[in-house]
């Protein structure tokens, strides 16, 4: 399929934002609306933002990763981030996963955006749960450069997908994670921090605490809670030793 161009307006975003190279990519960020199968117009809903598409984006062109598995799709803002930036790499493919739970117009937008951009090839959805699919990916000795987590953000979910990844990653690969100032994902992230070795990256991405209540705003700066995405390169891999797998006596 012959990837499609898209006109856009002048004096929009796209004369001021250095944006990803992909038109479909670009309509989603600047218009935001994706398209149905057939042909209809839909509202972007649950997509990542342009700064953080930039970072993706920008991260996987440095980078240059063999793979890149990724948790959560919706409509596929995040997946054209990446995929436009293996394209450009001329390099590597990309694994999302997302069962789209009661939402399977999601699912047919999201994989008809990668047709659209011409990017099917170096695209692989796995329709099923991240708690199902990263243990199948574990046990076939999966090796991913990079996992962009933005599944589902409940603490159980999220720290089972951190989890996950950590034990998939070599040293060297990247682990994302997005929504990062909510509090759930938060607590995530500093378990890793804490429990495991990996050092934040600089992605271009500046810190944000604003709120749409200031009081909120105030709590968010004084935890450290930074709404944009945050990144994390693995320095070591870690398993419990001997001691710390001791269970103690009554």
Known sequence: MERETTEFPQGSEAATVDLPPNPVLRE?????????????????V?????????????TIRE???????????????????????????????????????????????????????????RHEHRHEFSYTALPALIMNHTTPDLVYIDGNHNFDYAFVDCFLADKLLPVRGVMAFNDAGWRSVFKVIRFLNR????REMDVGLPVKYA???????????????????????????????GDTMNIPGP
Request: glycine share 8%; net charge neutral; no cysteine.
């Open 46 to 58: 649950a997509n990542i933002n342009i700064p953080n598409s930039l970072a993706l984006y920008r």
């Open 63 to 121: 980078r240059r990763p063999e793979l890149v598995v990724e948790i959560g799709m919706a409509y596929g803002v995040s997946t054209l981030s990446i995929l436009t930036a293996l394209d450009e790499n001329n390099h590597g493919r990309l694994i999302s996963i997302d069962p789209y739970v009661g939402w399977p117009t999601g699912r047919l937008v999201a994989l008809n955006q990668v047709e659209r951009a011409g990017y099917s090839d």
């Open 28 to 44: 989603a960020l600047i218009n935001g609306t994706v398209r149905h199968p057939d042909g209809t117009a839909i509202s972007v």
């Open 211 to 241: 709120s749409r209540n200031p009081l909120f705003s105030m709590i968010k700066r004084l935890e450290g809670r930074s709404s944009n995405d945050r990144y994390f390169e693995k320095v070591e891999d870690w398993e419990p030793s």
């Open 195 to 198: 429990y495991r070795r990996y």
